[in-house]
């Protein structure tokens, strides 16, 4: 299949994010993105960084020796709160994430977090407080910069990386210890949020909570840079989201945010086919990360 024919088949399954059109996606993708090569890139898996069985995370780290410490790229992958994880050794899915990021240079993670309805609310966030904190202890000796930490997020995962950044779920008075963030077709503002039972699973049903659970005020005043994405063919709630982000920013900030569009993909594609031949989103991360500041020696 072509490139040209990969773009054909995600245009025709259209914005509806249905079970079909997710494992339509995936068949796309699976057999293209890039898998780890052991002669360059070497894996630690399921490295526990809390207690629970689902906080683990994997390390994807090039074999070639570095005299500097790399940028480490971390990504939460989504599910709806409810489900998803960061894949066995065998899945291409998100293991294509880490080696994607281990071939650019940087030291690669991905991260597993705790499920609702059994751990609700702050809990993804509260989880990706612990996976830093262990990231800035133990990162360096895997050749990564605990100083030089990119956190992102897809759909589920967006919505954790931002509460992360809103200080949910962790102590007061805290900051977030990350250099940038990268959110992928998240939620931010939950009075635009749909009901659902998922996010009522997280969230709970009372909306009067709303304002407690929303990330955008704290979005808007971050001194973290952040790049947003939003997909061609995401469904109108995540567009909605990112319009909403674009709209406060500039009222707020007087620019626009780092913006991505990401044209020809829908809500899953976007990290499905990171490190693949098709990669649209893969050189916007190279971008992004290149141009942040340096941290002091």
Not at 151 to 170: D, F, I, K, N, P
């Amino acid at each position: 299949m072509s490139i040209a024919d990969v773009y054909a088949r995600l245009r025709a399954l259209g914005r509806d994010f249905t079970p079909a059109q997710m494992v339509a996606t995936r068949e796309i993708f699976a057999p293209r993105v890039a898998r780890v090569d052991p002669a360059r890139c070497r894996v630690l898996r399921d490295v526990a960084y809390g207690a629970d069985p689902r906080q683990r995370l994997d390390v994807f780290a090039p074999v070639e020796p570095d005299a500097a410490l790399r940028p480490v790229f971390v990504f939460v992958h989504g599910g709806g709160f409810v489900q998803g994880d960061k894949g066995a050794p065998d899945a291409p899915f998100y293991n294509n994430v880490g080696a994607w990021a281990a071939a650019q240079g940087y030291v690669g993670v991905t991260v597993t977090y705790r499920l609702a309805p059994v751990h609700p609310w702050p809990a993804g966030s509260a989880d990706l407080e612990l996976a830093v904190q262990w990231l800035q202890a133990n990162i360096a000796a895997q050749g990564g910069d605990p100083a030089r930490i990119i956190l992102c997020g897809q759909s589920a995962g967006a919505v954790h990386v931002a509460g992360y950044l809103a200080r949910h779920g962790a102590e007061p008075g805290t900051v977030a210890q990350v250099a940038a963030a990268v959110l992928v077709s998240g939620i931010y503002d939950l009075s635009l949020a749909t009901s659902n039972p998922m996010h009522e699973a997280y969230y709970g049903a009372d909306r009067g909570s709303d304002a407690l659970h929303a990330t955008l005020p704290a979005l808007l005043a971050t001194p973290v840079p952040c790049l947003y994405v939003v997909c061609e063919f995401d469904p109108l709630e995540f567009q909605r989201q990112t319009a909403r982000v674009v709209e406060e920013y500039v009222a707020v900030r007087g620019e626009w945010p780092y913006l991505v569009y990401l044209a020809g993909h829908n809500h899953l594609s976007s990290v499905l086919q990171v490190g693949s031949d098709a990669d649209r989103l893969g050189p916007q991360l190279v971008q992004f990360i290149d141009q942040l500041p340096q941290a002091d020696p």
